[in-house]
C-alpha cells in the first residue's frame, strides 16, 4: 500500500477533509472486510425499506418472509463481489427478479443489492463478462417488471425506462471507476520506468566519466613517466661520456616532469570544476599545436620522431583536436616503452571530411610487445576507445615489412558513434 503525503517540506499542507478522506481509504485497504459488512449491512437495510413501498391505495403482497429470506440471499453474496464477481450478480439478480414478480413495487431500494453487485461487476471483470451479465440483468429486471401486478397503474414505458436507467447507471460508474484505475496505473507504471529511466541513465553518465577522466591520467601519466624514464636511463648511459648532452638530457627531464605535474593538476581540476564564475579558469586541453613539444620530448628521451602532414590543415574541434593529440602521445609512449626502435613516423593525411593519423616505427617490435599492447596494458583499448567515442576507427597492429603501426581516421566534424558499431581491425 502506498504512502500518501502528509505535507512537510516542498509539499502543499493537506486540508482536514484530504486527511480524512485518507484515513478512510487507509482503513479500508487494511480491513476490506469491514468495510463490506458494513455495506452489506445497509444494502440489506435499504432493500428491507423497499418492500415496504407501495403505489397509493395498493396493499403489499403477503409474501414478507420470502421476499426478506431472498433479500437476505442477495446481500450475502455480496460479501463474496471481490472474488467472485460473477456469482454475486447472478445470486442477486435472481432475488431482485423473484421479489418483483411476487409483487412488490420495483423501486432503487428493491434494487439496491443487485445496483452494487453490477458495479463491482463493472469494475472488476472484462467488458465481454460486463455486456454479457450486463444485458442478461436488465432483461430478466425488465421483464418481471413488465409482468408484476404491483405496476399495473404504470404504462409500460415507464416500466422499462425506470430499472433500464437505474441498472445502467452503476455499470456507468462501475466502468469509469474501472477506466481511472487503469489510467492510474498506467501514470504509476511510467513514473516508476522514467524514475528508473533517469537512474540508469545518471549511472551511465558517471561511468562515462570515470572511463574518461582514466583514459586522461592514463595517457598523461604513462607518457611522461615513460618519458622520464628513458631520459634518465639515457642521462645515466652518457654521464660519463657526454657530460654536456647528460646535462641536456636532465633539463629536459625537468621540464617532463613539470609537465606531467601541470597536466595532472588539470586533469584532477575536473573533478573539483564547479559552476562558480569566480573559479579559476582551467587550462586548454593540449591538441595538435603542443605536438612539436612532443617530439621534443621524445627526442630528448633517445627516439627520433618525424612528422609529415598532407593535404590542407583545418581547424580542429577541441573533441578531434585532443583525441588526436592523446592517440599520437599514447602511440609515441607505446614505442618508446614497448620497440626496440630509433625512429618514429607521424603522418597526418587532411582527406575530405576525415583526418588520417598513422603513427610507425621500423624497429623491431619487443618479444612481449603485442601481448602487452593486447593483453595487459590499456594504451590500445584507450585510443581504440577515444576514437569510437567521436565516431572514428582505429587500427592497431605489426607491419608486414616489420614495427608497429598505429591508425585511425577521424571526423572533421565529430558525431556520436553508432551504438554497437565495430572498429575495423579491433
Known amino acids: 500500500m502506498s504512502k500518501r503525503p502528509r505535507g512537510g517540506a516542498g509539499t502543499a499542507p493537506l486540508g482536514p477533509e484530504r486527511r480524512y478522506t485518507d484515513r478512510i481509504e487507509g482503513f479500508a485497504d487494511r480491513h476490506p472486510l469491514v468495510i463490506d459488512v458494513v455495506l452489506v449491512m445497509a444494502l440489506m437495510g435499504c432493500a428491507s425499506l423497499g418492500t415496504m413501498l407501495t403505489l397509493p391505495g395498493a396493499d403489499p403482497p403477503d409474501q414478507d418472509k420470502t421476499a426478506t429470506a431472498l433479500l437476505g440471499v442477495s446481500c450475502l453474496a455480496l460479501l463474496k463481489h471481490r472474488t467472485h464477481p460473477r456469482v454475486a450478480v447472478v445470486v442477486s439478480a435472481v432475488g431482485g427478479v423473484t421479489v418483483i414478480a411476487l409483487g412488490y413495487l420495483l423501486t432503487p431500494l428493491l434494487l439496491a443489492p443487485l445496483m452494487a453487485a453490477l458495479y463491482w461487476l463493472a469494475t472488476l471483470a472484462d467488458r465481454r463478462t460486463i455486456r454479457v451479465y450486463g444485458i442478461t440483468t436488465l432483461v430478466a429486471v425488465i421483464v418481471a417488471a413488465a409482468i408484476s401486478d404491483s405496476m399495473d397503474h404504470v404504462s409500460l414505458l415507464l416500466r422499462t425506462i425506470g430499472p433500464l436507467f437505474w441498472l445502467l447507471l452503476p455499470l456507468a460508474a462501475g466502468n469509469m471507476t474501472r477506466l481511472r484505475r487503469a489510467y492510474l496505473a498506467a501514470v504509476q507504471a511510467r513514473a516508476e520506468h522514467a524514475e528508473r529511466t533517469r537512474e540508469e541513465e545518471a549511472r551511465l553518465r558517471v561511468t562515462e566519466e570515470r572511463m574518461r577522466i582514466a583514459r586522461e ?119 618508446t616503452k614497448h620497440a626496440a626502435a630509433e625512429a618514429a613516423h607521424v603522418r597526418l593525411e587532411y582527406s575530405g571530411s576525415r583526418l588520417m593519423i598513422t603513427v610507425s616505427n621500423d624497429g623491431p617490435a619487443a618479444p612481449t610487445a603485442p601481448e602487452a599492447l593486447q593483453s595487459r596494458g590499456f594504451g590500445v583499448m584507450g585510443m581504440r576507445e577515444r576514437a569510437r567515442s567521436i565516431g572514428g576507427e582505429l587500427c592497431a597492429g605489426h607491419r608486414p615489412e616489420g614495427g608497429f603501426e598505429v591508425s585511425t581516421a577521424l571526423p572533421l566534424h565529430p558525431h556520436a558513434a553508432e551504438e554497437g558499431g565495430t572498429v575495423p581491425g579491433a
Open 217 to 335: 591520467l592514463h595517457d598523461v601519466v604513462a607518457h611522461h613517466l615513460a618519458l622520464a624514464n628513458a631520459q634518465a636511463g639515457t642521462a645515466a648511459h652518457l654521464a660519463l661520456d657526454n657530460p654536456p648532452q647528460t646535462k641536456q638530457i636532465l633539463t629536459d627531464l625537468t621540464g617532463t616532469t613539470s609537465s606531467a605535474l601541470r597536466e595532472l593538476k588539470a586533469t584532477l581540476g575536473l573533478l573539483r570544476q564547479n559552476d562558480d564564475p569566480d573559479s579559476a579558469p582551467m587550462e586548454p586541453s593540449p591538441g595538435l599545436a603542443r605536438l612539436p613539444e612532443l617530439v621534443s620530448a621524445c627526442g630528448s628521451a633517445g627516439l627520433k620522431v618525424s612528422v609529415t602532414t598532407e593535404g590542407e590543415p583545418q581547424a580542429l574541434s577541441p573533441g578531434v583536436d585532443l583525441t588526436a593529440f592523446r592517440i599520437v602521445q599514447e602511440a609515441l609512449t607505446n614505442v
